[in-house]
């Protein structure tokens, strides 16, 4: 069975979006955005995810950097215990 609002008749859509958003300008929980305000949180937004991605880059270098100076292989480390089992 089709799942979500994407599946759902567009003016339905449309009907349902309508009602939640005047209940939430009634309930009083509703944002209106000024132009400032949405590019402040847009360059916000953009900066948090070029730190993350900045964070991921470096962890994965960091592992690479760390499987390269031990000298393992993406063995997991077998040749070593098949070498020491060997001696």
């Given at each position: 069975?089709p799942?979500?609002?994407?599946?759902?008749?567009?003016?339905?859509r449309?009907?349902w979006?309508?009602k939640?958003?005047?209940?939430?300008?009634?309930?009083g929980?509703?944002?209106?955005w000024s132009?400032?305000?949405?590019?402040?949180a847009?360059?916000?937004?953009?900066l948090?995810?070029?730190?993350?991605?900045?964070?991921?880059?470096?962890a994965?270098?960091e592992?690479?950097?760390?499987?390269?100076s031990t000298?393992s292989?993406?063995?997991?480390?077998?040749?070593?215990?098949?070498?020491?089992?060997?001696?």
């Amino acid at each position: 069975m089709p799942r979500g609002m994407h599946n759902i008749d567009p003016e339905r859509r449309k009907a349902w979006s309508s009602k939640g958003g005047k209940a939430a300008q009634a309930k009083g929980t509703a944002r209106r955005w000024s132009l400032a305000e949405a590019r402040n949180a847009g360059r916000l937004g953009a900066l948090k995810r070029a730190e993350n991605m900045r964070k991921r880059k470096e962890a994965l270098e960091e592992l690479k950097n760390n499987a390269d100076s031990t000298g393992s292989d993406r063995s997991g480390g077998q040749d070593q215990r098949a070498t020491q089992e060997k001696e």
